[in-house]
Protein backbone atom coordinates (compact mmCIF):
# COMPACT_ATOMS: atom_id res chain seq x y z
CA UNK A 1 0.00 0.00 0.00
CA UNK A 2 1.56 3.70 -0.88
CA UNK A 3 2.42 5.57 2.08
CA UNK A 4 1.40 9.55 1.92
CA UNK A 5 3.45 11.92 3.63
CA UNK A 6 2.23 15.19 5.32
CA UNK A 7 4.05 17.22 7.24
CA UNK A 8 1.82 19.30 9.49
CA UNK A 9 2.77 22.99 10.93
CA UNK A 10 2.40 21.46 14.74
CA UNK A 11 3.43 18.03 14.11
CA UNK A 12 6.14 16.39 12.79
CA UNK A 13 6.50 14.55 9.29
CA UNK A 14 4.16 11.76 9.46
CA UNK A 15 3.52 8.35 7.66
CA UNK A 16 -0.20 8.12 6.64
CA UNK A 17 -0.70 4.94 4.55
CA UNK A 18 -4.27 6.13 3.14
CA UNK A 19 -4.75 4.70 -0.35
CA UNK A 20 -8.58 4.43 -1.08
CA UNK A 21 -10.24 2.45 -3.59
CA UNK A 22 -12.27 3.92 -6.18
CA UNK A 23 -10.73 7.31 -5.43
CA UNK A 24 -7.56 7.85 -8.40
CA UNK A 25 -5.93 10.65 -6.33
CA UNK A 26 -5.37 11.27 -2.49
CA UNK A 27 -6.27 14.32 -0.39
CA UNK A 28 -3.34 16.60 -0.65
CA UNK A 29 -1.32 17.76 2.41
CA UNK A 30 -2.72 21.26 2.13
CA UNK A 31 -6.14 20.38 2.79
CA UNK A 32 -5.05 18.48 5.90
CA UNK A 33 -3.31 21.08 7.32
CA UNK A 34 -6.64 23.80 6.37
CA UNK A 35 -8.59 21.21 8.23
CA UNK A 36 -6.69 20.81 11.02
CA UNK A 37 -6.51 24.53 11.32
CA UNK A 38 -9.97 25.14 10.99
CA UNK A 39 -11.58 21.99 13.08
CA UNK A 40 -14.54 23.80 14.10
CA UNK A 41 -15.70 24.99 10.51
CA UNK A 42 -15.03 21.53 9.54
CA UNK A 43 -17.03 19.81 12.14
CA UNK A 44 -19.96 22.43 11.11
CA UNK A 45 -19.36 21.12 7.37
CA UNK A 46 -19.57 17.53 8.56
CA UNK A 47 -22.77 17.91 10.35
CA UNK A 48 -24.26 19.00 6.89
CA UNK A 49 -22.54 16.16 5.21
CA UNK A 50 -24.27 13.49 7.39
CA UNK A 51 -27.59 15.22 7.36
CA UNK A 52 -27.30 15.21 3.12
CA UNK A 53 -25.92 11.62 2.77
CA UNK A 54 -29.28 10.68 4.76
CA UNK A 55 -31.29 12.62 2.18
CA UNK A 56 -29.56 11.08 -0.53
CA UNK A 57 -30.27 7.32 0.97
CA UNK A 58 -34.11 8.29 1.82
CA UNK A 59 -34.24 10.02 -1.63
CA UNK A 60 -33.17 6.91 -3.38
CA UNK A 61 -35.15 4.72 -1.59
CA UNK A 62 -38.06 6.58 -2.84
CA UNK A 63 -37.35 6.89 -5.82
CA UNK A 64 -37.13 3.31 -6.56
CA UNK A 65 -38.59 1.61 -4.04
CA UNK A 66 -39.55 -1.94 -6.03
CA UNK A 67 -35.52 -2.61 -5.48
CA UNK A 68 -35.36 -4.47 -3.04
CA UNK A 69 -31.86 -4.77 -2.26
CA UNK A 70 -31.50 -0.88 -2.69
CA UNK A 71 -34.33 -0.09 -0.37
CA UNK A 72 -32.88 -2.93 2.15
CA UNK A 73 -29.52 -1.56 2.30
CA UNK A 74 -29.89 1.96 2.30
CA UNK A 75 -32.41 1.84 4.97
CA UNK A 76 -29.41 0.84 7.07
CA UNK A 77 -27.33 3.90 5.77
CA UNK A 78 -29.82 6.19 6.01
CA UNK A 79 -30.62 5.30 9.92
CA UNK A 80 -26.81 5.16 10.13
CA UNK A 81 -25.71 8.91 8.56
CA UNK A 82 -28.88 10.01 11.17
CA UNK A 83 -26.98 8.64 14.22
CA UNK A 84 -24.00 10.03 12.55
CA UNK A 85 -25.93 13.28 12.06
CA UNK A 86 -26.55 13.81 16.04
CA UNK A 87 -23.14 12.36 16.92
CA UNK A 88 -21.35 15.39 15.22
CA UNK A 89 -24.01 17.60 16.61
CA UNK A 90 -23.16 16.71 20.41
CA UNK A 91 -19.53 17.75 19.03
CA UNK A 92 -20.44 20.58 18.18
CA UNK A 93 -23.05 21.15 21.49
CA UNK A 94 -19.66 20.39 23.25
CA UNK A 95 -17.37 23.15 21.96
CA UNK A 96 -20.96 25.42 21.38
CA UNK A 97 -20.83 25.41 17.47
CA UNK A 98 -24.19 26.72 16.80
CA UNK A 99 -25.72 24.98 13.93
CA UNK A 100 -25.74 27.21 10.88
CA UNK A 101 -25.55 27.07 7.22
CA UNK A 102 -22.15 26.78 5.16
CA UNK A 103 -21.37 28.08 1.36
CA UNK A 104 -21.09 24.19 -0.04
CA UNK A 105 -18.08 23.58 -2.02
CA UNK A 106 -18.42 22.98 -5.95
CA UNK A 107 -17.97 18.98 -5.25
CA UNK A 108 -21.21 17.31 -5.17
CA UNK A 109 -22.96 19.63 -7.65
CA UNK A 110 -20.34 18.98 -9.91
CA UNK A 111 -20.35 15.26 -9.76
CA UNK A 112 -24.51 15.04 -10.07
CA UNK A 113 -24.15 17.17 -12.88
CA UNK A 114 -22.72 14.40 -14.26
CA UNK A 115 -25.68 11.71 -13.95
CA UNK A 116 -27.14 10.88 -17.02
CA UNK A 117 -30.80 11.54 -16.78
CA UNK A 118 -32.23 8.43 -19.09
CA UNK A 119 -32.76 4.83 -16.69
CA UNK A 120 -31.37 2.42 -16.13
CA UNK A 121 -27.97 4.75 -16.38
CA UNK A 122 -28.91 7.15 -14.11
CA UNK A 123 -29.66 4.47 -11.15
CA UNK A 124 -25.90 3.48 -12.21
CA UNK A 125 -23.91 6.96 -11.96
CA UNK A 126 -26.03 7.81 -8.87
CA UNK A 127 -24.66 4.85 -7.15
CA UNK A 128 -21.22 5.68 -7.93
CA UNK A 129 -21.63 9.08 -7.52
CA UNK A 130 -23.12 7.98 -3.57
CA UNK A 131 -19.44 5.85 -3.48
CA UNK A 132 -17.12 8.10 -4.60
CA UNK A 133 -18.68 10.14 -2.24
CA UNK A 134 -18.45 8.29 0.78
CA UNK A 135 -15.12 6.42 -0.60
CA UNK A 136 -13.56 10.29 -0.48
CA UNK A 137 -15.19 10.82 3.15
CA UNK A 138 -13.88 7.52 4.55
CA UNK A 139 -10.38 8.97 3.41
CA UNK A 140 -10.82 12.58 5.12
CA UNK A 141 -12.32 10.69 8.15
CA UNK A 142 -8.78 8.72 8.27
CA UNK A 143 -7.09 11.71 7.82
CA UNK A 144 -8.67 13.73 10.45
CA UNK A 145 -8.56 11.15 12.86
CA UNK A 146 -4.69 10.61 12.20
CA UNK A 147 -3.87 14.04 12.42
CA UNK A 148 -6.15 15.92 14.81
CA UNK A 149 -4.40 17.30 17.59
CA UNK A 150 -7.45 16.86 20.12
CA UNK A 151 -7.28 13.12 21.31
CA UNK A 152 -11.32 13.27 22.13
CA UNK A 153 -11.82 14.38 18.83
CA UNK A 154 -9.24 12.13 16.72
CA UNK A 155 -11.32 9.52 18.75
CA UNK A 156 -14.69 10.19 17.35
CA UNK A 157 -13.47 11.06 13.66
CA UNK A 158 -11.80 7.54 14.15
CA UNK A 159 -15.11 6.01 15.27
CA UNK A 160 -16.77 6.96 11.76
CA UNK A 161 -14.32 5.53 9.35
CA UNK A 162 -15.40 1.74 9.39
CA UNK A 163 -19.00 2.71 8.43
CA UNK A 164 -18.19 5.09 5.98
CA UNK A 165 -15.67 2.27 4.30
CA UNK A 166 -18.81 0.64 4.50
CA UNK A 167 -21.11 2.78 3.07
CA UNK A 168 -19.35 3.35 -0.25
CA UNK A 169 -19.21 -0.83 -0.40
CA UNK A 170 -22.59 -0.97 -0.63
CA UNK A 171 -23.26 1.87 -3.29
CA UNK A 172 -20.77 0.29 -5.22
CA UNK A 173 -22.10 -3.56 -4.42
CA UNK A 174 -25.61 -2.43 -5.48
CA UNK A 175 -23.96 -0.78 -9.01
CA UNK A 176 -22.66 -4.10 -9.01
CA UNK A 177 -25.62 -6.18 -8.43
CA UNK A 178 -27.17 -4.52 -10.79
CA UNK A 179 -25.16 -3.85 -13.94
CA UNK A 180 -22.46 -6.02 -13.92
CA UNK A 181 -18.43 -5.96 -13.39
CA UNK A 182 -17.65 -4.57 -16.82
CA UNK A 183 -20.23 -1.80 -16.91
CA UNK A 184 -19.51 -0.48 -13.35
CA UNK A 185 -15.66 -0.63 -14.24
CA UNK A 186 -15.87 1.94 -16.99
CA UNK A 187 -18.43 4.02 -15.63
CA UNK A 188 -16.80 4.27 -11.96
CA UNK A 189 -13.11 5.17 -13.98
CA UNK A 190 -15.04 8.45 -15.91
CA UNK A 191 -16.12 9.67 -12.63
CA UNK A 192 -13.54 8.88 -10.36
CA UNK A 193 -11.73 10.93 -12.83
CA UNK A 194 -14.33 13.67 -12.63
CA UNK A 195 -14.05 13.82 -8.78
CA UNK A 196 -10.20 14.37 -9.15
CA UNK A 197 -10.37 16.64 -11.43
CA UNK A 198 -12.92 18.63 -9.35
CA UNK A 199 -10.46 18.81 -5.99
CA UNK A 200 -7.22 19.30 -8.10
CA UNK A 201 -9.15 23.25 -7.74
CA UNK A 202 -9.19 24.24 -4.32
CA UNK A 203 -12.38 25.47 -2.76
CA UNK A 204 -10.56 28.87 -0.76
CA UNK A 205 -12.68 27.75 2.50
CA UNK A 206 -12.30 24.50 4.82
CA UNK A 207 -14.89 21.75 4.00
CA UNK A 208 -15.06 17.91 4.39
CA UNK A 209 -15.21 18.15 0.32
CA UNK A 210 -12.61 20.61 -1.04
Given amino acids: MPTVVYSLSNAAVIETPVRIKFLLQPTRREWVEQAIAHLDTILLDHSHCERKAAGVAINLMFRYPSHKPLVNALTDIAQEELDHFRQVNQQLERRHIALAPLSPPPYASRLNAAV ?71 RLQQLAALESEILSTPYPLPRMHS
Avoid at 121 to 137: F, H, M, T
Avoid at 159 to 179: I, K, N, Q
Fill in 116 to 186: RQQEPQRLLDRLLVCALIEARSHERLQLLAQHCPEGELAAFFASLVTSEARHYGTYWSLAYGSFGQEVVAE
